[in-house]
């Protein structure tokens, strides 16, 4: 399951945060998951309850946000939402994926004094 250890890099990375602004908790953690990026959001929900404990998120809610995958024609610049074939239906360009594929920490909520 690496996605313990996901969840283990992004509380030290919110540690770091919560450091920067001298807060003494943080109350929410959103993150941002593609339906590409190769992790199971249910997974990271599990991990996360696991994993705050004893740190500055024990306390804090996980806000997941899924990402729909979404392509793009590099050419003509259209939009090629799930595609049967990954080619533009316009021009014929193999597709780029534009979206979906991410894992970004998006916002935290910090209490500080």
């Known amino acids: 399951m ?3 250890s996901i969840v283990l890099s992004l509380l030290d990375q919110v540690a770091d945060e919560a450091g920067r602004h001298e807060a003494q908790a943080v109350r929410s953690v959103r993150v941002r998951v593609g ?3 190769g992790v199971e959001p249910d997974l990271i929900r599990s991990a996360f309850e696991i994993a705050r ?3 500055v998120c024990e306390g804090a809610d996980l806000d997941l946000v899924v990402v729909k995958a979404r392509w793009t024609c590099p ?3 259209g939009n090629i939402d799930q595609p049967a ?3 533009c239906p316009e021009c014929g360009v ?3 994926l534009a979206a979906g594929d991410d894992l ?3 916002r935290l909520l910090l209490e500080v004094a």
């Open 85 to 87: 074939e990954l080619v």
């Open 53 to 55: 404990a004893g740190t």
């Open 94 to 96: 193999p597709a780029r």
């Open 104 to 106: 970004i920490l998006e």
């Open 75 to 77: 050419r003509c610049g």
């Open 35 to 37: 339906e590409l990026s």
């Open 2 to 4: 690496h996605e313990y």
